[in-house]
């Protein structure tokens, strides 16, 4: 049965929203999660930095959740052939790694369930509608509605709640993740091969029970999925690095935003914010978005919470998109092959630069401060392109 009215409905029950509805039942709020797919499988790596643990772990701790410590990640420039592999230190975040690769589906679903069992109403349908009324915000789906009088859009990409309420996010500001499940292979390695067209990389990212196989390009480059996927699949052969696995494929829109759209992002309105994903709080380079999807939920909780709304956003555009534009401005220079080959001529000869990639890799590498601590490691060429970039 679906609550006619709840203090605050999220649609979406990903990182993002499972974690705000958690932080925000656990303090006596009515919550209701509205989301018909989750838990499911992401094509996205699934890796779980120190830090996004660290932010769930009164909830859900690393002895808890299946997942795989990844000791090493391997790097490959396509033109030249040439490959080098850093080890990655765990810090003292987890005990075999600064990084692990879960089951989408695992760490979904314990975030969900921590959710309800501070109290939150899981509600396992697709929203169809979502409008703003006197009362509030009304959520609908086919066998109901519940009116809210604030709602949290954790639904992705193309978040619903952000078309209704805001403006969706522009194509160019979108990628296009695409490629395989291989079932039955995992590993404890990272690899990612650059690759120049698209500009970008190639990644094979080991699961518990899998590995997640796939290649990004932003939605307006012209390349379909079905000829990124057709490339990943020549990948998978040439390195056979899923050899007698069963391939399930996929595709799933990624935000990747330019500078100019970081700049005007709409993330907030009187009874209405969007969070995670449908927030654009991605890395552009990485694509990596777990961090700031659950870093986003808590937020947007604390400042409900707080009964100051507006807190949220304010505080997302002091402290999130500054990186995130940095992280913009970088990324056309970073997959260039000069800039690639150079930076995998300086991982084999320097250990100080693959001591800045691991923590870059780890999430303990902030984009502010990343061609200064290059310049430290007296890569000199290396640190001018990444000013230049």
Known sequence: MIPPFADVAVVGAGPSGAW??????RQGAR?????GSHPREKPCGGGVTGRALALVAEAIGPASLAATPINRARFIDAATGRSVSVELDSRGIHPASALVVSSRTDFDAALVAAAERAGATLVTRRVQNVTAEKAGIRVETADGACVARFAIGADGANS????????PLPRESLSIATGYFAHGVSSDEIVMEFVPDPPGYIWSFPRPTHLAIGVC???DAGIGASTLR???ATWIARTAIAAGARLEP???????????HLQTLELEGPNWCVVGDAAGLVDPITREGIYFSLLSGIWAADALLAGRPSQYGARVREQILPDLTRAARLKAGFFQPAFTQLFIRALQHSPAVAAVTADLIAGRQPYADLKWRLLKTMEWRLAWEALAG
């Open 250 to 260: 996929y595709s799933w829109p990624i935000p990747s935003l330019e500078v100019r």
């Open 217 to 219: 390009a932003q939605a």
């Open 31 to 35: 919550v209701v999660i509205f989301d």
């Open 230 to 232: 057709a490339n990943t």
């Open 160 to 167: 619903l709640v952000r078309r209704r309420m805001a403006r």
């Open 20 to 25: 705000a509805a958690y932080s925000l039942a």
